[in-house]
Nanobody, 132 residues
Framework: VQLQASGGGLVQAGESLRLSCAASGFSLDDYTVGWFRQAPGKERGGIACINSDGDSTAYADSVRGRFTISRDNAKNTVYLQMNNLKTEDTAVYYC??????????????????????????WGRGTQVTVSS
């Protein structure tokens, strides 16, 4: 039972990447899923989330207009399309799932990793490196 983030890599500024967050051992259907990132020397912070139905999304100011979160419940996967990447987007990217939509939304608005009890599921991270 786990989440696994994948799709990271090394790109140049201005290029794009698409990250995937795949669930195994359980269904993501009832879960709000968020993407988080942690740059060297910084705390992990939320950047985007999508509700269980896929009809509501939220973004941190730092990525709004460049990143798009989506989900395919049939594939049990959530995606993060990242366009016009900047060097400051360099970080390890994680996904998290929780049935408490407000918990993940709060993490996105505060740009932290969530307050109070832990997220139900955290995925292993994937490294994104953007060179100038």
């Amino acid at each position: 039972v786990q989440l696994q983030a994948s799709g990271g890599g090394l790109v140049q500024a201005g290029e794009s990447l698409r990250l995937s967050c795949a669930a195994s051992g359980f269904s993501l259907d009832d879960y709000t899923v968020g993407w988080f990132r942690q740059a060297p020397g910084k705390e992990r912070g939320g950047i985007a989330c999508i509700n269980s139905d896929g009809d509501s999304t939220a973004y941190a100011d730092s990525v709004r207009g460049r990143f798009t979160i989506s989900r395919d419940n049939a594939k049990n996967t959530v995606y993060l399309q990242m366009n016009n990447l900047k060097t400051e987007d360099t970080a390890v990217y994680y996904c998290a799932g929780d049935r408490r939509e407000a918990k993940i939304l709060g993490a996105i608005f505060r740009e932290d990793s969530g307050q109070g009890s832990a997220m139900e599921y955290w995925g292993r991270g994937t490294q994104v490196t953007v060179s100038s």
